[in-house]
């Protein structure tokens, strides 16, 4: 099991910044790739950035320029961040820290982080 704990959600207005984080415990071992998926509402999840253990990132077109996504370690899968900069009221939804893994279910989710963005 790995469990992952999330950090950093809130209110900003727009053209702000903000940073979430997420802790990994458990079989980090396993982690292949972390990630941040995000929920607005009436819309599906989407995918907003990934980094694998191989340190190759993947973005949303609607971040890419933005957003950065990092971890704390580049040897290890343990804490990953989203630094949102030149935020935009479009970015407003739940935010979810994913993991992919080796091991059964093969995926992890954190708990969803609200982030709002508003004048």
């Known amino acids: 099991q790995v469990q992952l704990v999330g950090s950093g959600g809130g209110l900003v207005q727009p053209g702000g910044s903000l940073r979430l984080s997420c802790a990994a415990s458990?079989?980090?071992?396993?982690?292949?790739?972390m990630g941040w998926y995000r929920q607005a509402p009436g819309k599906q999840r989407e995918l907003v950035a990934q980094v694998t253990r191989g340190g190759i990132t993947d973005y949303a077109a609607s971040v890419k320029g933005r957003f950065t996504i990092f971890r704390d370690n580049p040897k290890n899968m343990n804490t990953m961040y989203l630094q949102m900069n030149s935020l935009k009221p479009e970015d407003t939804a739940v935010y979810f820290c994913?993991?992919?893994?080796?091991?059964?279910?093969?995926?992890?989710w954190g708990l969803g982080m609200q982030v709002t963005v508003s004048s």
């Open positions: 994913h993991v992919d893994t080796t091991i059964t279910p093969r995926e992890f």
């Open positions: 458990g079989s980090i071992f396993s982690i292949m790739a």
